[in-house]
C-alpha cells in the first residue's frame, strides 16, 4: 500500500492528487492513484474490532462488525466516479484572479472506482425505517465517524435524503472493498459510505454510524463548509453569518477537464474526463479552437454504467484553416439531462463546485 505516485498538496492532514495525465490513462483508477482528501488523521483499524451501529428512527438497532455484514447482505458492485466539490480550485483562484481558502487542488480530485459493498437500501430496510405521525419533511440518512477529531469538528460526519439511499437505482453502498480487494486503511478500512453522484465529502470513511433522522447531520461539514458562498463573502467572519442559510452542496455539477494536447501531423490530438451528477451520465462531450465559436464533437472512450466517469478524445485538424485558432482548447459537456457547462463559474471564498469549461493552452 503506498500512495507514492499521489502530489502531495499537504502533508497533515494528508492531502493529495495523481498526476493527471496519468490518471486518465486507467478507465478504472488504480487504488494507489486515488486521490487522499482528509480533514483529520488517517486511522488504521481493526476489522474485528470495529463496528458499524444503525440507529434513529429504525425499528431495531444494529451493530455489525465486516465480518456480520460480508455474512448477512449480498454484496454488489457498482462503478462509480468519486468527486472533490473542492476539485479545479485553483483554476478557479487562477482564472479570477482571487485568493481562495483551502487546499490549492489542481484537476485531479476524481477517482473512479469499482466499489463493492452492502446496499445501504438493504441495511436500512432490514433496520426497518419507522416514520412518527406528525413529523413531516424530508428525513434523511446521517453518516458519523467518530474514530478521530477533524480540524474544525471532533468527528466528521455528512447527511444525504433518506430518498436518495432508499431508492432502488440510487446505489448508495455501505462499500467494504474497491476494486475488489478490501479497502485501504486511506481510504476508510473497514467501511466508508459511497453516495454516487454526490460529492465526496458525502462519502464518510472510516463510518461507525448511520442513523435515520428528521434533521441533516449536525456536523461542521455538512453545516458549513461544503457550500457555495455568494461572491460577497470575502472573508471567514462574514462567511459565519451565511452558513445556516445556505443549503449543503449535494451534486456535483456537470464538468470536464482536459488533461493533454498534442500535435501530430497538423492535428491536435485533445485527451480529457468529463463527469455528471445525479441528473444523468455524460451524452457528449465538444472541444473549440476558436474560443467557443464552434464545437467539435469528441470521441467517447469510456463509461460504464450510470455513475462512471467518462474519459473522451477529440481530434482537430489544423490544416483545413475553417476555423480560426486561438492557441487555447476548451471543453464541455453535456448530460442526459442537457445540463452543461457555462463558460466560468463565479468566485467563491471556498473555491468549492468550479465547473467552467476545460482548458489547456497548446
Ligand atoms: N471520516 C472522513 N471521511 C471523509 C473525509 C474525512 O476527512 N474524514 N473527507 C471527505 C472528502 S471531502 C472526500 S472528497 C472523500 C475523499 O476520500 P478519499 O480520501 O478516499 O479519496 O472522503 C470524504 N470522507
Ligand atoms: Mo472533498
Not at 465486516?66 to 476539485?87: R, S, T, W, Y
Amino acid at each position: 500500500m503506498s500512495q507514492d505516485r499521489l502530489i502531495v498538496l499537504k502533508e497533515w492532514p494528508f492531502n493529495a492528487e495523481p498526476p493527471l495525465k496519468q490518471l486518465i490513462e486507467h478507465p478504472i483508477t488504480p487504488v494507489d492513484l486515488v486521490y487522499a482528501r482528509n480533514h483529520g488523521p488517517i486511522e488504521h483499524l481493526i476489522a474485528q474490532k470495529f463496528k458499524v451501529k444503525v440507529d434513529g428512527l429504525v425499528e431495531h438497532e444494529a451493530e455489525y462488525t465486516l465480518a456480520d455484514i460480508q455474512k448477512k447482505f449480498p454484496k454488489v458492485e457498482v462503478v462509480a466516479a468519486m468527486h472533490c466539490a473542492g476539485n479545479r480550485r485553483r483554476i478557479m483562484q487562477d482564472k479570477k484572479d482571487k485568493p481562495v481558502e483551502g487546499v490549492l487542488w489542481g484537476q485531479a480530485l476524481i477517482a473512479n472506482v469499482r466499489w463493492g459493498g452492502v446496499r445501504l437500501r438493504d441495511l436500512l430496510l432490514a433496520a426497518g425505517i419507522c416514520d412518527p405521525p406528525g413529523k413531516e419533511g424530508t428525513m434523511y440518512a446521517c453518516f458519523a465517524s467518530h474514530v478521530t477529531t477533524c480540524e474544525e469538528d471532533d468527528w466528521y460526519g455528512s447527511s444525504v435524503p433518506l430518498e436518495k439511499v432508499l431508492s432502488e437505482d440510487g446505489d448508495a453502498l455501505l462499500a467494504y472493498e474497491m476494486n475488489g480487494k478490501l479497502l485501504w486503511p486511506e481510504h476508510g478500512f473497514p467501511f466508508r459510505v459511497i453516495v454516487p453522484g454526490y460529492i465526496g465529502a458525502r462519502w464518510v470513511k472510516w463510518v461507525d454510524q448511520i442513523t435515520v433522522a428528521h434533521r441533516e447531520s449536525e456536523n461542521f461539514y455538512q453545516q458549513k463548509d461544503y457550500k457555495v458562498l455568494p461572491p460577497e463573502v470575502q472573508t471567514k467572519e462574514q462567511a459565519e453569518q451565511y452558513w445556516s442559510r445556505l443549503p449543503p452542496i449535494l451534486a456535483n455539477p456537470v464538468n470536464s477537464v482536459i488533461a493533454s494536447v498534442g500535435l501530430c501531423d497538423g492535428e491536435l490530438i485533445v485527451k480529457g474526463y468529463a463527469v455528471g451528477g445525479p441528473a444523468g451520465p455524460i451524452r457528449a462531450v465538444s472541444v473549440s479552437i476558436d474560443g467557443g465559436l464552434s464545437w467539435i464533437p469528441a470521441r467517447i472512450k469510456y463509461q460504464e454504467g450510470r455513475w462512471s466517469w467518462t474519459l473522451w478524445e477529440a481530434t482537430i485538424s489544423l490544416l483545413d484553416g475553417s476555423v480560426e485558432c486561438h492557441g487555447i482548447v476548451y471543453s464541455r459537456a453535456e448530460d442526459t439531462s442537457g445540463n452543461t457547462q457555462p463558460k466560468d463559474t463565479d468566485w467563491n471564498l471556498r473555491g468549492v463546485g468550479y465547473q467552467g469549461y476545460g482548458e489547456i493552452r497548446f
